[in-house]
């Protein structure tokens, strides 16, 4: 299967500050990456499909680019809600997979 | 508004069986594949299985096939997933996520729940 490497494991930010995320793919996945955001006690949010296409409702400070093996979730100016958990999924082979997360936490 | 909302789980003893359910509204169920994804205590989400839209294949990860039966009910909106032969390693918080794209369930997830928690000890 299909291993996701999330980096780095935890990013310490200061609110307004730009923060960016990486996910790298064992193999090539083309463009067939999701992003999502969990916060304590909840599900996860989809924020990012197709590698860069922001879901409904999501703000436009975030932005996801890459395709292939490298790609990215950058937060342009973060905001107090955004401190969270961060995760990329591919689905371009089965089974679906989840890099093991990166945590946004207030610098 | 489209919300999955997820039941039945609890403490059961190595060996033993539980099913979890999944109520969903605020979107045609009928027209979309399913899957529940587990998150171990601390650590990231791993899919566990999926079902297409109509019910008629199931998809299962290698570490619950042959243990774990998914099914659902379209005429209820509801989602299953049967759990037998429990181990340790399935305590996890359990979610029921809607596919994002339709029928099949091999895409990103775009609404998930809360999860139920299955905690596997004795």
């Known amino acids: 299967e299909i291993v996701m490497t999330q980096s780095p494991a935890t990013l310490s930010v200061s609110p307004g500050e730009r923060a960016t995320l990486s996910c790298r793919a064992t193999?090539?996945?083309?463009?067939?990456l999701a992003w999502y955001q969990q916060k304590p006690g909840q599900g996860p949010r989809l924020l990012i499909y197709d590698a860069s296409t922001r879901a409904t409702g999501i703000p436009a400070r975030f932005s996801g680019s890459g395709s292939g093996t490298e790609f990215t979730l950058t937060i342009s100016s973060l905001q107090s809600e955004d401190f969270a958990v961060y995760y990329c999924q591919q689905y371009d082979d089965w089974p679906q997979t989840f890099g093991q997360g990166t945590k946004v936490e207030i610098k | 508004e489209v919300q999955v909302l997820e039941s039945g789980g609890g403490l059961v003893q190595p060996g033993g069986s539980l099913r979890v359910s999944c109520a969903a509204s605020?979107?045609?169920?009928?027209?979309?594949?399913m899957s529940w994804v587990r998150q171990a205590p601390g650590k990231g989400l791993e899919w566990v299985s999926g079902i297409t839209s109509s019910g008629d294949k199931t998809y299962y990860a290698d570490s619950v096939k042959g243990r774990f039966t998914i099914s659902r009910d379209n005429s209820k909106n509801t989602l299953h997933l049967q759990m037998d032969s429990l181990r340790a390693e399935d305590t996890a918080l359990y979610y029921c996520a809607k596919d994002g794209v339709g029928g099949i369930p091999e895409y990103y997830f775009d609404y998930w729940g809360q999860g139920t928690l299955v905690t596997v000890s004795s």
């Open positions: 605020g979107f045609t169920f009928s027209n979309c594949a």
């Open positions: 193999q090539s996945v083309t463009s067939d």
